[in-house]
């Protein structure tokens, strides 16, 4: 049987061991509701603050600050949608690169009559034009901005400081989506004055179905998920108290060890370019994902040479038991490729892959994937 290789990690990541022994606990002894005012109540109320207490030292905030969801989806969609509800919103900057969670969410919004919206350009590379920002704030007042942090296809990062100060300088909300860099580079929001930012727990070696939006407090918006008084009353619904738990321990360990993870992560990205450029011929890259040092250090984009089997390279890879991706996991099954590489016009006749890793990639599983690299395109 086929050596198993995981390089699909800005799909969802393994949850770490150490995150799945503090939330076991509260999937056995620990059962009560939150909201119950009895001592099981009290004793998981209590583990959830203390969780959010985490998440906000971490990202050097107020724990008021922190509403766990159940993921980065829910969270930008309440982001965007409250921000229009309740802050005034009328104009949105964004990109046709974003996460389908944003552009789904701004298609809605703009197709309801409630905000218009303006792209900004790209080039092939997927760098955006931020340098228009100004004047599109300029011309349209009561505007928002939402872009992403790090994308989670190409790897490019997007100077947050620099477009939270364009934000702050003229009155306009900023939203990111930073659920594939949350975890993997420091935040100081004392220090970025920026409206929103999301995580999601399974992209950090947490569990699956839990996430947290950061609101600035000078922001006051109205829920986005009604039904009972959790969160502060910002979220209804009972909480996912041992994803809560998970996802607090994960980040902290995360951030515990960063610079570490990302040395050593950082060594396999520029190991497997390496090994790439060397075995196969007009090899290409994707994005700025090449630049491993200004990319988003945990994602590759690689575009193979035309090849009779490009087609079924995704499907090839998985048989060798290589697990990586075409495009956006969150749209897998589809068959309308990516918007995001479509956004960079590439050649159609070659293959696209996205190959992410993880603290817990090894460079074995480097070297292997490569082989099996080589082997499919033939390689000398």
Do not use: W
């Amino acid at each position: 049987m086929a050596k198993k290789i995981y390089l699909d990690n800005a799909a969802t990541t393994p949850i770490d061991p150490a995150v799945l022994e503090v939330m076991m606990p509260y999937l056995t002894d620990f059962f009560g509701n939150p909201s119950s005012i009895h001592s099981h109540g009290r004793k998981v109320k209590s583990a959830i603050e203390n969780a959010r207490k985490t998440v906000a030292s971490v990202l050097n905030t107020s724990p008021g600050e922190i509403f766990f969801t159940s993921g980065g989806t829910e969270a930008d969609n309440t982001a965007l949608t409250q921000s229009v509800e309740t802050l005034g919103v009328k104009h949105i900057i964004s990109s046709r690169l974003e996460h389908h969670a944003v552009l789904h969410t701004l298609d809605h919004l703009e197709k309801a009559g409630k905000v218009t919206v303006s792209y900004l350009e790209n080039d092939e590379k997927g760098v955006l034009d931020v340098d228009s920002i100004p004047s599109l704030l300029e011309q349209n007042p009561h505007s928002m901005i939402s872009l992403m942090h790090g994308n989670n296809e190409i790897a490019n990062l997007l100077d947050l400081q620099k477009v939270s100060e364009m934000a702050r300088a003229r009155g306009a909300v900023f939203h990111s989506d930073t659920v594939q860099t949350m975890g993997h580079y420091t935040f100081d929001l004392q220090q970025l004055p920026i409206d929103f930012i999301v995580g999601a727990a399974h992209k950090f070696h947490g569990p699956k179905g839990v996430g947290f939006l950061y609101i600035n407090a000078r922001n006051k918006i109205l829920p986005f998920i009604h039904g009972g008084a959790q969160e502060r009353n910002m979220r209804g619904g009972t909480e996912n108290l041992y994803g809560i738990i998970g996802l607090a321990r994960a980040l902290e360990l995360a951030n515990s060890h960063l610079e570490e993870h990302q040395r050593h992560v950082k060594g396999l990205k520029s190991k497997m370019i390496g090994l790439l450029k060397e075995r196969i011929p007009e090899v290409r890259f994707n994005g700025r994902s090449e630049d491993v040092e200004n990319s988003l250090y945990t994602v590759l984009n690689v575009s193979f040479p035309e090849h009779r089997d490009n087609e079924m390279l995704l499907f090839n890879l998985d048989i060798e038991g290589v697990s990586c991706s075409g495009g956006s996991a969150c749209s897998s099954g589809t068959n309308q490729g990516s918007h995001v590489l479509n956004a960079l016009n590439l050649d159609g006749s070659r293959a696209n892959v996205r190959f992410s890793f993880s603290r817990f990639t090894t460079e074995e599983e480097i070297n292997h994937a490569v082989d099996i690299l080589q082997k499919i395109f033939g390689a000398a």
